[in-house]
């Protein structure tokens, strides 16, 4: 079974609905990210939680906002979408290390997302 | 905001033939990491360095972290199909703490 899995893993909508992309993680890791990859663009980080209480915002947070249910789940909201949202959308995880500085992220296996 | 530059974008060789690809910034890493990502999955991380200078072999391939810790390069010896691929590097640390800064990403072809 696959430590971080998303739900669903491909997803077309229309412009303006709402939209939640699902993540969820065995490791037992505390920090979780969302990430959108567009070609040419690499991985753009979009929001990021160190632990159930915190959330912080990303290099691309607009239009997005998260939840983190729990230590194993986060979820990635579009409130509205749009066409330029049409992207792959990667969550990863992550433990923290004090004082170490080689994090290792481990990404789930994405979800496509297409707005019309 | 920290940036890395990667390149090449595109990358398409023939079997056996060595390849470099490059990652630059203007910005200061604590350590880079380098990724594998093949069609339908996540990025797979391949190698973290952390010294400046440090150099770190797996199998054939070769990746390097500059002095300076601000560039990195990775080289791949006598390159095969199975190599083919979307590499990315990534920066943690700096002014990013526990965030990683990724770079554009090389997709590498190699034909047979």
């Known amino acids: ?18 939209i939640m992309l699902e993540c969820s ?28 209480k915190d959330i912080n915002k990303g290099e691309i947070s607009d239009g997005y906002s ?21 992207a792959l959308y990667f969550c990863a ?15 789930g296996p994405g979800t496509r997302l297409t707005v019309l | 905001t920290q940036l890395l530059e990667q390149s090449p974008q595109f990358l398409s060789i023939q079997e056996g033939e060595n ?17 594998r990502q093949e069609p339908g999955e996540g990025p797979v991380l391949l190698v973290t360095v952390v010294t400046g200078g440090e150099v770190k072999k797996l199998k054939r391939l070769t990746f390097q972290f500059g002095d300076a810790r601000k560039d990195s390069s990775l080289h791949i010896t006598a390159a095969q199909p199975g190599d083919t691929g979307l590499y990315l590097c990534a920066g943690l640390g700096g002014t990013s703490y526990g965030k990683l800064t990724f770079g554009q990403g090389t997709i590498l072809t190699v034909h047979p």
């Open chain 1, 93 to 107: 995880t992550s433990a923290s290390t004090g004082i170490r500085v080689s994090d290792t992220q481990y990404f």
């Open chain 1, 1 to 18: 079974d696959a430590d971080v899995t998303q739900t669903p893993r491909n997803r077309i909508t229309k412009t303006g609905k709402r």
């Open chain 1, 25 to 52: 993680q065995t490791k037992g890791h505390d920090r979780m990210y969302w990430y959108r990859q567009d070609p040419g663009l690499g991985l753009r980080l979009i929001y990021y939680s160190f632990d159930v």
């Open chain 2, 19 to 35: 390849l470099t690809v490059y990652c630059n910034s203007s910005s200061v890493f604590s350590s880079l990491q380098w990724y």
């Open chain 1, 66 to 86: 998260v939840s983190r249910q729990a230590q194993a789940k986060f979820s990635l909201s579009l409130e509205s979408a749009i066409p330029n949202q049409t």
